[in-house]
């Protein structure tokens, strides 16, 4: 950071360096900002910003690199967010994000074919974790929703486990459910739980399959939810596979493994159920997934 307010000159332990909200305010020089792009080139006032891991909200616009620009690092404001998630590429998917979902903001900033900044998408190379929406987020990649935003600093997001969950329903007639859960680059999963809630009544078939698009049904294949291979309360997993794993899977009493835990692009992991018939309505199944997303790696030493 070309200039940094922080660096220790004379100053004594325990003196404040930060007069209000107890160090919620930051004043960092607007050539470190990450912002929204403007036909300038400067943060504006209202900006969601970054710098490194630290985010917030400019409180002043800048007129030059060198300006000194305090930012609140918390607090609730209204900003664009974009609705998407991270996929497989580098625009990510368009999903709309319910209230209380988490949003990222763009490490490298916006620019002149895509300004916007804020979004669900998660991918830690890219994205740092900005706060969490209040409102309504509408799918699109390039069309902003302005919404509430909990701004909350929190470095520590990427080295939780994050718990998704899809849930299918059944419908009478015949037809297709897809679920999809994105799962960040460098992300390592932990789990595929897929619970029966109640079985599917379909007088043919309902049959799931959970994969990705490398092999859609890599992790479970031709799970039958009508009975025989999950009764209603029962679950399968990694570690219980009810004799139904896919390539990606072997089965607990063969002790082999399980292959591509760990991918370094982002993906997406998908549940589709096919029912055939044109009865019943009762189904209710849940599939999880879990996953860990640490920011950084640690290099392991060599004695």
Avoid at 31 to 59: C, M
Avoid at 84 to 95: F, I, K, N, Q
Wanted: net charge negative.
């Amino acid at each position: 950071m070309p200039v940094n307010k922080y660096v220790v000159t004379d100053e004594l332990a325990g003196e404040e360096c930060s007069s209000t909200y107890e160090g919620r305010h930051l004043t960092f020089e607007e050539s470190a900002l990450a912002h929204p792009y403007h036909a300038d080139g400067f943060v504006d006032g209202g900006d969601p910003v970054v710098i490194d891991n630290i985010v917030g909200v400019a409180s002043t616009s800048a007129a030059a690199a060198t300006d000194m620009i305090a930012i609140d690092t918390e607090g609730t404001r209204f900003l664009n967010v974009l609705g998407s998630v991270s996929d497989d590429t580098d625009d990510g998917v368009a999903e709309a994000l319910p209230v209380g979902t988490p949003i990222y903001i763009k490490k490298a900033g916006g620019t002149v074919g895509s300004p916007y900044v804020l979004s669900g998408q998660s991918d830690p190379a890219v994205w740092q974790h900005f706060g969490y929406v209040l409102g309504e987020v509408s799918a699109h990649l390039t069309t902003p929703t302005l919404v509430a935003v909990k701004v909350h600093w929190d470095p520590e997001e990427y080295d939780a486990l994050v718990s998704k969950e899809i849930t299918f329903e059944e419908t009478v007639s015949a037809g297709v459910w897809t679920g999809s859960v994105n799962v960040p680059a460098g992300a390592t999963l932990v789990n595929i739980i897929v619970h029966a809630t109640a079985l599917w009544d379909s007088e043919t078939s309902a049959t799931m399959i959970v994969g990705d698009a490398t092999d859609p049904n890599g992790f479970y294949a031709a799970v039958n939810l009508k009975a025989t291979d999950l009764l209603a309360g029962e679950a399968i997993d990694f570690a219980h596979t009810g004799g139904k794993e896919g390539a990606d899977l072997d089965a607990p009493a063969a002790a082999v493994a399980v292959r591509r835990r760990y991918l370094a692009a982002a993906r997406v992991i998908s549940g589709e159920i096919t029912k055939v018939g044109d009865t019943g309505a009762a189904g209710r199944t849940r599939m999880t997934v879990i996953y860990s997303n640490p920011e950084t790696a640690v290099v392991a030493t060599k004695a």
